[in-house]
């Protein structure tokens, strides 16, 4: 009888819920007990999301701790055997465990396993010999390969994923190896080679004869130069070989298999590729790198996530097109992108609702991202689970309307669960024709999942559905849990869910207490409620403002660790942005592309209607973004900060749930008691924690007292940052690339590694000279991070990162300080004093200025530097940038370290000549990035550090560093340190000694 009364009251409940009956305070329903206490199922935990911690836990730790693969496999095995046994215990036998127990902790130990396992074979898989891992940094080979991925044209390169077939060391003659002939040498065949291979068979007879010679030859004119003296008699006897020749090799080279997948960069002169095109050139695989940097993006991991393994930059002369491919049906995309610019006046409308419809980004400027972000818009630029939602909804509510005209499935209910099915078919037409991304996929995924949860009538059960879709996810894409995407939109998610289901829990508490829903009592709640009520899309409004609200609250933390942004208008500019661009623009976008091929002029104005809508919020959006308060730049939280905010949240949930259900006239259970004790003390220990742990970070960055440099990786380039006693910062150099590459070191390499340390303000920028190697990087910096002055020699040069630079400079009003002096012996040229540490500022100088003219190659002798031949590598009226460096040395109590810039020997011997052995420092960083021009003998003899730093790039094309200045630094003993291979070195002073920590611990410093 109790077991049948049980489906009864729940029925009896739900139903009670439905009709919005109002239950009075101390009343109980029909047919139901008196509650003495509130349930323990209204606070459990929903049984996937343990299981969904578990397995990201899993991933986590093999991705951090790799090795255990085996042993993981063996004991996942174990468990699922040791769970199936469980099952199989007769109910009669005693058991020292609960089954309940050890199924859970079966499960979770199972569920651990199984995600070490799978993010091992993603991270660190087994890689046979033929892999193209084995052929990187080995020299060129000849490759052939299949183009994997639709090719993406850049500015003047293509780029596209290649799975490699085969390589070969040398070049092969395809036309040889099919005749089973030889390769001649010098119009000879090899030795051992005199005959060609025996045909098997008779010759042919010849048919005819031979034609004959008509006339004769021509006489020779003269005869022969006689000889004039003998041959030199040879001396001696020739030494008797020692052992045998080796072996002639004389086969033909075999071209070897080969598997994997590398990124391939193509440079001009560029053709048409496609995916599926056979492509075979010769040219060497480069091994993927990062710049190991303290905190800095792993660019590794990041290509093994897409499975690529190398690199190669081409030009395209160089590559043959053996056979071309079927592509993969992007041309219609390319069409109607086509058909998008030519109908759209507005060039960033167009390129918004290309982005919207095919997935396809690169048409939108660089100021219309920055502006987007900066309004907290961003997410609306790539297509994820957002967008898929709002054309989820919207062609759900188009089926479920035709449906429910038809009488037999509104009866039965079908008509919402067969809408529900019909909707994924355009969602996953959507999905394809946008270009299928990871994100895209992922988002597939979810929506999926909650549409299963919809047919199956279990649409309360949000929590549950969200951890099956990541459980589902992971174990398709155990790397996911490291992409942007997939964190965002779980937490966005995540917290839609918990805020909705609080605004619910207080909507019921307002109907069941105050009696909201009744007009005759004429509260103030009731009147606002009904006047709300009156007005139209009011109620959707609401439920935009609350969505937005918990979205935003949930993903901020993340924001600002990867985009360093936080927007105080992001509520405003999705309130009006999200209504016109989700569901006007974006349908009006879908039904051009699926209309523009039958009915072109249809198409056509749905465009034109899309791109009006869309210029109108880019208006909106530029004018918040011009708003001075509407965003902020900030540091980035590390990964206990944001536990801290995460474990904060979790428990503010629990707190406000139990307040708004305290508010119940029923009584409290003791254990109920005791869950509030224990999360009102965790609430104050997490407080408290995030409390001493900023302290901590304020301490460290404001009142510590040593002195800590870090010359930054950032290529072939030079940057350095000096961060002094209690809290002075100083920058030095930004490096930087060619004019050729957009990969902007300021950007994705300094401000990251600023921002980590929490700096924000910089005292002082010092720039050595304006070189693309060392400026470039600046300009990002100088735009973003508050700069307390400016610090460099007098040159001025065309380039546009110069003048960006000092554009930046005069709009910001940020202070010059040219460094040049007189020509005095041993007297700086200026002193900063930077707390307990200073800056001697020693180059250049004008009478330097005035007499150097070129890059000159100086060769000195004797122990005063006397100069020997000097050769002028430009004209008189070319300014020698690098000679002109700023140098300095940095002093803090008794350790020193010098910064010469790019000098060379002309302005070492300078140097010298006027401070000898002033110039003594504890720590050199190498002039000119290792350059042979520079470390002179008499230099090094007169700074005489202990240890030099080399700042250059891995397999630069100068080849820096220079063979002939490493020996002179290990002549002197000089321990060498080189960012190509150490990546950054740190180098920490208390005043009396330095402590050198590489990021990376190569074979030169252990040789060191």
């Not at 000159?856 to 002028?872: L, P, Y």
């Amino acid at each position: 009888m109790t077991g049948g009364m049980k489906p009864l009251r729940k029925n009896f409940r739900n139903l009670g819920h439905r009709s919005g009956d109002a239950e009075k305070p101390g009343t109980s329903r029909p047919n139901s007990p008196k509650k003495t206490g509130t349930s323990r199922s209204s606070y459990s935990i929903p049984p996937l999301i343990p299981f969904f911690i578990i397995l990201c836990a899993g991933i986590i730790t093999s991705e951090h701790l790799p090795g255990f693969q085996m042993p993981a496999l063996c004991l996942a095995i174990f468990f699922v055997i040791s769970l199936s046994f469980i099952y199989f215990i007769p109910d009669n036998l005693p058991r020292i465990i609960s089954f309940t127990f050890s199924k859970k902790v079966s499960l979770l130990a199972i569920f651990f396993l199984v995600g070490y396992y799978l993010a091992h074979t993603v991270f660190h898989p087994f890689l046979p010999e033929n892999h193209v891992v084995n052929f990187a940094d080995k020299g060129d080979y000849e490759i052939t390969g299949t183009i994997a991925s639709e090719p993406e044209e850049l500015w003047k390169r293509v780029k596209f994923s290649m799975d490699i077939h085969s390589v070969s060391k040398e070049m092969v003659n395809h036309d040889l190896i099919k005749k089973n002939e030889l390769p001649e040498k010098n119009g000879k065949l090899p030795e051992g080679k005199s005959k060609l291979p025996e045909t098997k068979g008779e010759l042919p007879e010849r048919k005819g004869k031979l034609p004959e010679r008509k006339g004769k030859l021509p006489e020779r004119k003269g005869k022969l130069p006689e000889r004039k003296g003998k041959l030199p008699e040879r001396k001696g006897k020739l030494p008797e070989r020692k052992g045998k020749l080796p072996e002639r090799n004389d086969k033909v080279p075999e071209r070897s298999e080969a598997m994997g997948k590398v990124q391939v960069n193509i440079y001009t002169p560029l053709e048409t590729y496609r995916k599926g095109d056979l492509l075979k050139f010769r040219t060497d695989i480069r091994s993927l790198r990062n710049f190991n940097n303290p905190g800095g993006f792993d660019y590794v991991r990041y290509m093994r996530m897409k499975d690529i393994w190398g690199r190669i930059n081409i030009n395209g002369k160089k590559v043959e097109v053996i056979k071309r491919g079927l592509g993969s049906g992007n041309s219609f995309r390319k069409d109607f992108i086509r058909f998008i610019e030519e109908r759209i006046k507005d060039k960033n409308a167009a390129a918004i609702l290309v982005a919207l419809t095919t997935g396809y980004k690169d048409l939108i400027p660089d100021s219309l991202r920055h502006d987007f972000s900066v309004t907290g818009a961003s997410h609306i630029l790539a297509i994820s689970g957002l967008h898929l939602s709002m054309i989820a909804t919207i062609f759900y509510f188009c089926f479920n309307f035709l449906l429910s005209m038809l009488t037999p499935l509104l009866i039965r209910g079908w008509s919402r669960k067969l809408a529900a099915l019909l909707t994924l078919v355009p969602l996953f037409w959507y999905a394809v024709m946008s270009g299928w991304s990871p994100a895209t996929r992922r988002a597939m995924i979810m929506i999926m999942m909650f549409m299963a949860a919809w047919v199956t009538e279990r649409e309360s059960d949000g929590f549950n559905s969200l951890s099956a879709a990541g459980i589902l996810i992971l174990l398709l894409e155990p790397e996911a849990i490291f992409s942007i995407s997939f964190q965002l939109s779980f937490s966005a998610v995540l917290f839609i869910l918990a805020g909705i289901y609080l605004v619910r829990l207080n909507h019921n508490y307002l109907i069941r207490e105050h009696n909201c829903l009744n007009v005759e009592k004429g509260s103030n709640l009731t009147v606002i409620y009904q006047y709300i009520k009156k007005i139209p899309f009011m109620k959707q409004v609401i439920n935009l403002i609350w969505i937005s609200f918990f979205a935003t609250l949930g993903t901020q933390i993340l924001v600002m660790h990867y985009f360093n942004v936080f927007s105080f208008s992001g509520i405003f500019t999705n309130l009006i942005v999200i209504p016109l661009i989700g569901f006007i623009s974006l349908p009006l976008g879908l039904v051009s592309l699926g209309t523009y091929s039958f009915f072109p002029d249809l198409a056509s104005a749905l465009v034109s209607v899309a791109g009006y809508i869309l210029s109108s919020c880019i208006y909106y959006i530029r004018f918040l973004g011009a708003l001075s308060f509407t965003s902020i730049e900030t540091f980035t939280p590390d990964g206990l900060e944001i536990f801290f905010y995460y474990f904060f949240m979790l428990l503010l949930f629990m707190r406000i749930a139990e307040s708004i259900k305290k508010r119940d006239k029923t009584e409290i259970s003791v254990f109920m008691l005791k869950g509030k004790s224990v999360r009102v003390i965790m609430l104050v220990l997490i407080i408290f924690s995030s409390f001493l742990y900023e302290l901590w970070w304020i301490k460290k960055r404001f009142f510590n007292h040593e002195m800590v440099v870090t010359i930054l990786s950032v290529g072939q380039g030079s940057s350095a940052l000096l961060e002094m006693p209690y809290g002075k910062t100083v920058l030095v150099d930004g490096g930087g690339f060619s004019y050729f590459s957009r990969f902007d070191t300021g950007e994705h390499i300094i401000a990251p590694f600023l921002r980590q340390k929490k700096i924000l303000t910089l005292d002082a920028v010092v720039l050595t000279h304006p070189e693309s190697d060392h400026i470039n990087g600046l300009v990002y910096i100088m735009e973003h991070f508050n700069v307390g002055e400016l610090v460099k020699n007098p040159d001025k040069r065309t380039t546009s990162a110069y003048k960006d630079l000092m554009t930046v400079v005069a709009e910001k009003k940020i202070p010059l300080c040219n460094i040049v002096g007189a020509d005095n012996i041993f007297e700086p040229i200026l002193i900063k004093k930077l707390g307990k540490a200073e800056m001697h500022f020693l180059h250049p100088v004008k009478n330097f200025l005035e007499v150097s003219g070129g890059n000159d190659d100086v060769k000195v002798s004797g122990k005063r530097g006397k100069i020997e031949n000097i050769k002028k590598g430009k004209t008189k009226n070319t300014v020698d940038y690098n000679n002109h460096s700023v140098a300095f040395r940095l002093i803090f109590g008794n350790n020193t370290i010098f910064f010469p810039g790019d000098i060379m020997s002309y302005a070492e011997v300078n140097l010298s000549q006027r401070y000898g052995n002033k110039l003594k420092s504890d720590i050199l960083v190498s002039p000119h990035h290792g350059s042979s021009t520079s470390s002179t003998d008499f230099f090094l003899d007169n700074v005489a550090p202990e240890s030099v730093i080399i700042s250059c790039g891995w397999d630069n094309r100068f080849g820096f560093p220079h063979e002939p200045v490493i020996k002179r630094y290990m002549k002197r003993n000089i321990a060498i340190y080189r960012t190509d291979l150490n990546g950054a070195v740190t180098l920490s002073s208390d005043g009396v000694r330095w402590k050198i920590s590489p990021s990376v611990k190569s074979l030169v410093t252990l040789q060191n």
